[in-house]
């Protein structure tokens, strides 16, 4: 026993790599007696850290979800620069929706200013660049498909705040919504769109991201597969408003959401979800040996409290668990260990301090909130001296208003969160 009791004092204290681990009795993990096993040798605490991703995922490291046939990234570079998907010749356009339908739209959208490449009046990336220097931010946003549970990649995308894009079409009237889309290979059926409503865009409450039109991720070019040369974000939501290759902005009148995803049975104003998501581990794990639970909490706007973890014996006659039956709920659910912020000015892209970011305290330099919003943050857990057997490991989310995932929302329509399970045997 006292070996055991030994290496989990020092690793606790060793929590200053930035995991902090959370030890319990097997007997109240499981919620019974269990023999302990005292010749435990390896060292939680490299478990831990040999776990831990890099805060920010790089550009061509992202999992990739684009439409289109062929796929915009994959055309050649000839291709690219004739069809304006790279800087020098990118081109924007921004016009308005001529249409009155009764009873939608009672009145058509006029704009003072259309930007048209037949004009010669499309915005071009110098321009972008030039807005850049009075109006560019910068904010952390993970990327998560509506439809895909584990979050697809991290990063500090740049860009330029869609309000200011919009206002250089001077004086605007009867829009309700502002949608856009990509390149599509000029194939109407290809069209991938989304939008976001007037408010959305033009009134972000302060302290709250912008939807931005980004020109970089992680200080660099945003590279084709990723949706470069420019692409929207929106910060509260899932990837299908983050439209790549953008090219053509569209002010309406009609209040309507009919975006891309909308016509897929999905929820097209879907919040990112509080949401916990656990890494894949090894099958077998010797007695004795630290069991080092880890994974990825996303953060929504109802923010994220606490990471929890439940460990289960899995015997011959126990059933597959819905995430809302008895013994799911009863657990023990017991704390996950949530890992510290980074050093940023170890992992920010040159140029870019603490305080510029959005979501940082100008004065200090650090987030407000951690977990981050709208970002992901890893978790961790380590189970001591489990008893040979087979288990089952969940972990789930706290937001801040206490709902416990999958709740508030356990439809699964606007966005997978359904508790998410790792299997192992101990040996
Ligand atoms: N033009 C365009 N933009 C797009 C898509 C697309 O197919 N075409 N897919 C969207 C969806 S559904 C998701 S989840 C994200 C994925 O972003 P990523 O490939 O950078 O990870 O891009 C979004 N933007
Ligand atoms: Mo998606």
Redesign the pocket.
């Known amino acids: 026993m006292s070996s055991s009791k030994v290496s989990r004092r020092s690793f606790i204290k060793a929590s200053s790599i930035g995991a902090a681990a959370s030890s319990v009795e097997a007997s109240r993990l499981i919620g019974q007696d269990a023999t302990i096993n005292v010749s435990s040798t390896a060292k939680p605490e490299k478990l831990v850290a040999s776990k831990l991703k890099p805060f920010i995922t790089p550009d061509d490291n ?7 046939d062929p796929k915009p990234h994959q055309l050649p570079i000839d291709k690219l620069t004739e069809e304006g998907l790279v800087q020098e010749t990118w081109k924007l356009e921004i016009t308005g929706d001529p249409f009155v339908e009764l009873p939608h739209t009672k009145v058509p959208t006029s704009i003072e200013k259309s930007m048209t490449i037949t004009d010669g009046t499309a915005i071009d990336f110098p321009t972008l660049v030039e807005m850049g220097k009075e109006h560019e931010v910068y904010y952390f946003k993970a ?4 439809n895909i549970q584990t979050p ?2 991290q990063g500090l995308w740049s860009g330029i705040p869609l309000r200011n894009v919009i206002k250089l079409c001077g004086k605007i009237k009867n829009v309700r919504r502002i949608y856009y ?2 390149f599509h290979n000029h194939d109407l059926k290809q069209i ?1 769109k989304s939008s976001v409503s007037y408010g959305q865009c033009m009134e972000t409450p302060p302290g709250d991201l912008p939807v931005f039109l980004a020109y970089k991720l992680n200080g660099k070019p945003i590279s084709p ?3 470069g040369p420019v692409r929207m974000v929106v910060p509260w939501s ?3 408003k ?4 953008l090219q053509h902005i569209f002010l309406t009148n009609d209040a309507r959401n009919n975006d891309s ?1 909308a016509h897929g049975n999905n929820d097209p104003d879907s919040f990112l979800k509080s949401a916990a998501y656990v890494d894949s581990g090894p099958e077998k794990i010797q007695a004795g040996e630290p069991i080092v639970l880890s994974g990825q909490v996303m953060v929504g706007p109802s923010g994220v409290k606490s990471v929890e973890y439940w460990v289960r014996e899995v015997k011959p006659d126990s059933k597959p668990l819905n995430d809302d039956s008895e013994e799911l709920l009863k657990g023990p659910w017991l704390p996950c260990s949530l890992v510290d912020p980074p050093h940023w000015e170890s992992i920010l892209p040159e140029g870019v301090k603490p305080n510029q970011v959005l979501g940082f305290d100008p004065s200090t330099g650090k987030p407000l909130q951690w977990p981050m919003k709208y970002s992901m943050c890893q978790y961790t857990a380590v189970i001591f001296d489990l008893p040979t057997g087979k288990y089952e490991v969940r972990a789930r989310s706290i937001d801040l208003n206490g709902f416990a995932q999958p709740e508030p929302r356990p439809s699964q329509k606007n966005g997978k969160n359904a508790i998410q399970l790792r299997r192992f045997e101990v040996v």
């Open positions: 992202f999992v990739d979800v684009s439409r289109g990327m998560q498909c509506l697809l990649g889309w990509g991938f597969e990723r949706g899932h990837g299908y983050s439209i790549k290759w995803y």
